[in-house]
């Protein structure tokens, strides 16, 4: 009879096992390394929580404790604002580093989540804190409008996520333009009501099914520079500059026009898209 030693079997069985281990080990790192694009990308993560912090202790805390000075208030107020377009510039070059470079494996969700917090929680958040610290504001009725903005951009984040459009164009408002128009209807300083029924509007075109151009070539460096034109606005403004109230109305309206305009053009293409082709339907079927 032959006598079958069981240590050698359970230690050649283990050695592959460790080898796999091993070799499992060396391949996560490759999966989960952080490139360029994904460094950008956290850098708009950064921004968008910063805003937040922000609008908490330059306008909210100040205004909680009866210390709050126009001057402190308006500060803070345009560096929130300015680290939303500084998101909104990352969020623009992580893209184009990631088609010109690479991006790794945690490339799409990380961008997904930190849209969340730049172009979903600040802004949501800055209509909280208006409706709390505005004179003719209703503070509920501005929490559901700000809750409101918050569901439209994770809505129209997981629609992104699950939708294969045709390449160049967005279904929706982009989250980062509609977060940047939310703030500027707030920072109109308009009467209530017209106020909240412009960041309920947004919010439906962030959520529609309106088609909007993907920024790039031209449009990104335009779009490029209509955030440092707006960041100068904003900076005249904070520093109570000569003509500084001028500057960031006028910045916040044509803002709110490109808003209203671009779904107008959108809306007229595919009409005159869907005209076309039922003319050159009826123009086969012609003998």
Known sequence: MTVIDPEPQASAAWVPEVEADSDEMDDMPLSTRLSIADTLTLGNATCGFMA??????????PH????????????????????????SVFDLFDGLVARKLRSSA????????????????APAYFVVVWGMVADDAHQRVS???????????????????CV????????????????LTVVSIVLLELPFIPTLLAIIGVAWLMV??????????????????WIVVSMGMLAAWAFDAPGGQLLLQTGCALQLVLG????????ARRVNTFRDNRREARTAQLP
Do not use: C, W
């Not at 937040?52 to 805390?61: A, C, M, R, S």
């Not at 799409?108 to 172009?119: H, K, R, T, V």
């Not at 294969?164 to 977060?179: E, Y």
């Open 164 to 179: 294969t459009l045709r390449d160049g164009i967005f279904q929706g408002m982009p989250s980062p333009f509609g977060a």
């Open 208 to 225: 529609s099914r309106v088609e909007y151009p993907k920024p790039r070539g031209r449009l990104a460096v335009a779009m490029l520079g």
């Open 106 to 121: 945690m490339g799409a969700e990380l961008d997904n989540l930190s849209d969340l917090i730049s172009f979903g929680l």
């Open 260 to 267: 209203a305009v671009i779904p107008l053009f959108a809306t």
């Open 52 to 61: 937040v912090y922000f609008t908490t202790t330059g306008v909210l805390i």
């Open 143 to 161: 929490a559901v409008a700000a809750i409101v903005v918050l569901l439209a951009v994770v809505l129209r984040l997981a629609r992104f996520s």
């Open 64 to 87: 909680l404790t009866g210390s709050e000075d126009g001057g402190m208030a308006r500060h803070s107020a345009a560096t929130a604002v300015m680290l939303m377009l500084l998101a």
